[in-house]
Nanobody, 126 residues
Framework: QVQLVESGGGLVQAGGSLRLSCAASGRTFRSNVMGWFRQGPGKEREFLAAISWIGERSTYADSVEGRLTISRDNAENTVYLQMNSLKPEDTAVYYC???????????????????WGQGTQVTVSS
């Protein structure tokens, strides 16, 4: 079992940056593939990035590659999402998620993730 709590969201001007954090509790964090998703108003949940157990592999949605960086610190049980060059269309609730322990494959499908945080709001003003 993994519990996830996101933080770091807020209001930022277009072109600005934010770093989101996701603190995890649970004994298996070091063997959980982690992902970030977002859901804008009236939109479906959208994959952003995923990272492997020790961070040596990552994958990104084409729409955000180059602006977002996912990373993790297993000593701190935390995964991060650095977001740069933010645009108004990045406004959404951002969620971190974890796959079940020992699964190694990175995935962009929300249904492949078993554990979810409550989300953190990011609002980008023009």
């Amino acid at each position: 079992q993994v519990q996830l709590v996101e933080s770091g969201g807020g209001l930022v001007q277009a072109g600005g940056s934010l770093r989101l954090s996701c603190a995890a509790s649970g004994r298996t964090f070091r063997s959980n593939v982690m992902g970030w998703f977002r859901q804008g108003p009236g939109k479906e949940r959208e994959f952003l990035a995923a990272i492997s157990w020790i961070g040596e592999r990552s994958t990104y949605a084409d729409s955000v590659e180059g602006r977002l960086t996912i990373s993790r610190d297993n000593a701190e049980n935390t995964v991060y999402l650095q977001m740069n060059s933010l645009k108004p269309e990045d406004t959404a609730v951002y969620y971190c998620a974890a796959r079940r322990s020992t699964i190694v494959r990175l995935s962009a499908a929300p249904e492949d993730y078993s554990y979810w945080g409550q989300g953190t709001q990011v609002t980008v003003s023009s």
